[in-house]
């Protein structure tokens, strides 16, 4: 291959519709859980998000719901992978090797936000949400209302009927129902047997199993680090449990201009993706999670 700028901007083309192509065929799965969020600041706050309005009979003067002033934000973070390509592999026509690392870039891309989601799902039972208490904490408050989102038994029937009532029991500040209807278990590999059971079995040992299709299952290889822990969601809501915050979509990029330092300097072509992004928390109420170390 004559190494010009019309082969280098026709290899270019290629190898970005390698990496278009494979990021359009990832369905990721942090849709599921999360409400994306436009960004366009560096931080962006989340004063509301303590906050459930409710309706009320009109008697009399309307009552203003205030909105409670947390002090919650994201921070947009900064997410690149570069691959270089040497400039002796092109003139030896040994280009065709690199489209699938392009490919498998774009996929990595693609994949990159149920990364961020996973780890802060993992992270749920410390890191801390709008409330100042971890995201999974037995400690939570609405108004004078305490509930808990966190429980520490296996997986089974039992605790997830326990967890689904939990949630459906939740009261508002005022006292009301909030009306939460846990659709969604997330579990690791490990437990996606125990999960199929409790959701997709016609009986349990014998006995008419009555929970069968109340949620969706969704296992995830992203929590195999513990094989232990499950979770529980409400995702049919206004906002679902977690806020994905997009400043910047996933890009592909390249230098290859034979004045660019990497090329003069290296003999090399550097491409590759970049965004910015980040995953948070966002109402306790709509997740319940266990750590799975105790038997119940």
């Known amino acids: 291959m004559v190494v010009n700028q019309q082969a280098l901007a026709t290899l270019n083309v290629g190898f970005s519709a390698a990496y278009n192509k494979a990021f359009k065929a990832v369905t990721p799965k942090y849709q599921k859980i999360a409400t994306v969020v436009p960004s366009n600041t560096g931080e962006q706050k989340y004063a509301w998000i303590g906050h459930f309005p409710t ?26 992978m570069t691959l270089s390509v040497k400039r002796t592999d092109l003139e030896d026509d040994q280009y065709g090797v690199y489209a699938p690392m392009m490919e498998a870039m774009g996929a990595s891309a693609a994949q990159h936000p149920d ?47 326990a967890a689904r009532s939990q949630m459906m029991s939740i009261l508002s500040d005022k006292g009301t129902p909030l009306g939460i209807v846990p659709d969604l278990l997330v579990v690791p590999p490990a437990l996606e047997h125990t999960a199929r059971l409790i959701l997709k079995a016609d009986q349990i040992n014998g006995t008419t199993n009555v929970m069968k299709d ?83």
């Not at 009979?57 to 690149?80: C, M, P, V």
């Not at 995201?135 to 209302?145: A, I």
């Not at 996933?250 to 980040?278: C, H, I, M």
């Open 214 to 296: 109340t949620a969706e299952i969704l296992v995830c290889p992203e929590l195999a680090q513990d094989s232990k822990a499950w979770y529980l969601f409400a995702t049919n809501l206004f906002l679902k449990p977690f806020v994905y915050q997009e400043r910047k979509k996933y890009q592909f990029t390249s230098l290859v201009r034979p004045e660019d330092p990497n090329v003069f300097l290296k003999g090399e072509f550097l491409y590759g993706a970049d965004g910015r992004s980040n995953v948070g928390y966002g109402f306790p109420q709509m997740a319940f999670g266990s750590t799975g170390q105790s038997e119940g």
């Open 55 to 80: 309706m009320r009979e009109w008697i009399g003067e309307r009552t203003i719901q205030n909105l409670a002033a947390y002090d919650y934000s994201i921070k947009n973070k900064e997410f690149e």
């Open 115 to 161: 990364k961020l989601l996973f780890s802060a799902m993992a992270a749920g039972f410390k890191e801390l949400c709008y409330d100042g208490k971890p995201f999974f904490s037995e400690q939570h408050k609405n108004g004078g209302y305490s509930y808990s989102n966190k429980g520490t038994e296996k997986l089974s029937a039992e605790s997830y009927q």
